[in-house]
């Protein structure tokens, strides 16, 4: 291993945990990564053991000391925890163990709750205060189901021993062996309980919620001293200074530091994030307003978010259930044997639609099939199905700001489909840049750990050579090709929303 000075970053993800390490231009040195499985108990429910959450990302750390050595991880001077948002998880304070699993971002069981909220008339101040819908996909109605539901959480609240908190936190306990029990302010605005004007915990909501003020973490900034890993854990004795939920880190990793800047995340489902800089835009058609990241006084820089439950699941969903590929790139391949899905359309709404509609009960749809289709276009139709869904986010973010975005960063795992990202050119009509490294959510988080380390003083420079290591993909198709396309998505899109109807 070179000796220079490196930035650890902890990257939690839905279905994989990875440990990577960045220098100080913010390159990828090496990294490691360990899957991480989901349970689907039953219709619309999506959970994970705790334990395993963090035993994966433990095993990432582990493997990752082993291939750099023990005599180099004194160069590894900061870390920073990334994750996947809105997954809660509740737990004993005094023994640190899990109150049972952990219900994850795609749930979709609190649809109920949500529902009884909306009732009660509660939407449109929980809106106001924390940019967000009252939707399953957020922690405050898993947090109530817990409650409600799981007796050991209700045992360790009436104890005064529980805690709460989103995978930041959970990871952060663990890593510090019980001593923080913190969140900070970019995953907390994800859980319909931060006032993202104010950012402090909102006392109602807890209320409504049933959880006790003292179950909350300690709410924090992005950047800041969170402790140090503990003695006995890879990396031990490493200051951790930076904790930002996973498509803020991305959208930070990919430098998009100026109000209009935007970037999409294809992993688990797909994100795009645009920043709005220091003032929160709100949007009445499903965009929510989030807090991105802070500065070193803690000042916040704000986005606006499209949330898709599923992209790079429709290609496993090829794989392990349809098993028309062995391997998710293989999905490429295949879609480029044929020129066209021939009306073949694939509706990839699994787990419900996230924005712009809202709807937990929607659910995926594979229509247009005759006695000629073949899996060829069954292929092509999903990655179509996956760049029409953001196109849609792309339209609704553009009549919001009152202006086009012109061009679109993106990463993530899918990201490295090049005929999915000329399709996303297609769809959008915008210039498409993909950076030669996708791991943009683990570098966003190792940047602002360096930052707050005092040994990466600041990124222009960084955004100065950005190009240099980009590809670029523009629309190949005209504006009346994409509108008529646009609208036979739109119309199988509503068949999805009313299936249940």
């Known amino acids: 291993m070179v000796n220079q000075t490196l930035l650890l970053a902890l990257d939690q993800g839905t279905s994989s945990s990875r440990a990577a390490l960045f220098n100080l231009q913010g390159e990828l040195i090496t990294s490691s990564s360990q899957p991480l499985a989901i349970e689907y108990p039953a219709d619309g429910w999506v959970q994970q053991d705790p334990m395993a959450i963090w035993h994966s990302q433990l095993e990432a750390m582990a493997n990752l000391e082993k291939q750099i050595g023990k005599e180099s991880c004194h160069n590894v001077i900061t870390c920073g925890i990334t994750n996947q948002r809105e997954t809660t998880i509740l737990w004993r304070r005094s023994n640190g163990k899990p109150c049972c699993p952990a219900i994850v971002w795609q749930d979709g069981r609190t649809a109920n709750i949500c529902k009884q909220w909306k009732n009660e008339g509660l939407e449109q101040e929980w809106k106001h205060k924390t940019g967000l819908l009252l939707d399953p996909y957020f922690s405050a109605s898993k947090i109530n189901w817990m409650l409600l539901n799981e007796p050991e959480s209700k045992s360790a609240l009436d104890d005064g021993d529980l805690c709460f908190g989103t995978v930041e936190s959970w990871i952060l306990w663990q890593l510090t062996g019980g001593v923080s029990h913190y969140s900070d302010m970019s995953n907390a ?228 489909s090049d005929l999915l990202l000329q399709m996303q050119a297609n769809t959008t009509g915008l210039i498409v840049r993909r950076p030669s490294n996708l791991e943009s959510t683990a570098r966003g988080v190792a940047l602002l750990a360096g930052q707050q380390a005092k040994v990466v003083p600041n990124l222009d420079n960084l955004i100065s050579t950005r190009k240099e290591n980009e590809r670029l993909f523009k629309p190949q198709v005209d504006a009346e090709c994409r509108k008529i396309f646009k609208e036979k998505w739109n119309e199988a899109v509503q068949r999805s929303l009313n299936w249940h109807e």
């Open 189 to 416: 605005s994800r859980t319909l309980l931060m006032d993202i004007e104010k950012r402090v915990w909102d006392e109602r909501f807890c209320d409504i919620i049933g959880l006790s003020q003292n179950s909350l973490p300690r709410l924090v900034p992005c950047r800041g001293d969170f402790g140090v890993i503990k003695n006995g854990l890879p990396f031990a004795g490493v200051k951790i200074e930076a904790l930002l939920g996973d498509q803020q880190s991305a959208t930070y990793g990919q430098l998009c530091l100026k109000k209009g800047e935007a970037k999409c995340t294809y992993g688990t489902g797909a994100f795009l994030v645009i920043n709005t800089e220091d003032k929160i835009l709100r949007s009445n058609d499903g965009l929510l307003s989030t807090l991105g990241w802070t500065n070193e006084k803690g000042d916040p820089t704000y986005c606006l978010e499209g949330s898709l439950f599923n992209a790079g699941t429709v290609v496993q969903w090829l794989r392990d259930g349809l098993g028309i590929i062995n391997k998710a790139e293989e999905i490429n391949t295949l879609a480029e044997k044929v020129s066209s899905s021939e009306g073949v359309m694939l509706v990839p709404a699994f787990t419900g639609w996230g924005t712009p509609y809202w709807d937990p009960n929607a659910r995926g749809l594979l229509l247009g099939l005759t006695r000629d289709t073949k899996k060829e276009h069954i292929a092509r139709a999903a990655l179509e199905g996956i760049a029409l869904s953001v196109a849609t986010l792309i339209d609704i973010a553009e009549a919001s700001l009152n202006q086009s975005l012109g061009e679109l960063a993106v990463d993530g795992g899918a990201a490295a």
